[in-house]
């Protein structure tokens, strides 16, 4: 396994699941842009209860269920790389949150047994 180490640029958006951005959910659209400028990486993760500036809270407990649970993408890669993507965000983000912290990256990458060599196949090291 081969470890890769950098620094580089976090940048963490706060939505909505029911969010929309023509039809398709906002945080779907994100990913998908973000994956179509070549970033490093992004995920999706859905909260289980927050508030936003409504502070209407919201929760996926029985009780008082709600469809429109928090969700935040997060997408990490150099500097440059997000600071040249800010521009789509500030496109597709019309109410939410967007934070950008400065990060350390470990990434560990498997090498493949046959050849010895690193499994780098369409990934870029940051």
């Not at 600071?83 to 950008?100: H, K, M, N």
Request: glycine letters at 8%; one cysteine or more; a negative charge.
């Amino acid at each position: 396994m081969t470890r890769l180490t950098g620094s580089a640029l976090r940048v963490t958006v706060f939505v909505g699941e029911n969010d929309t951005w023509h039809r398709k959910p906002l945080y779907s659209e994100i990913v998908h842009r973000a994956h179509t400028a070549g970033l490093a990486g992004a995920s999706v993760f859905r909260g289980i209860e927050g508030f936003g500036a409504s502070s209407l809270i919201h929760t996926s407990r029985l009780l008082s269920l709600s469809e429109d649970l928090p969700v935040a993408i997060v997408i990490v890669d150099t500097e440059d790389r997000v600071q040249a993507f800010l521009p789509q965000l500030d496109e597709l983000v019309t109410e939410g949150l967007v934070i950008l912290d400065d990060c350390e990256v470990i990434r560990y990458v498997g090498r493949d047994a046959d050849s010895g060599e690193s499994d780098t196949k369409g990934k870029r090291s940051l």
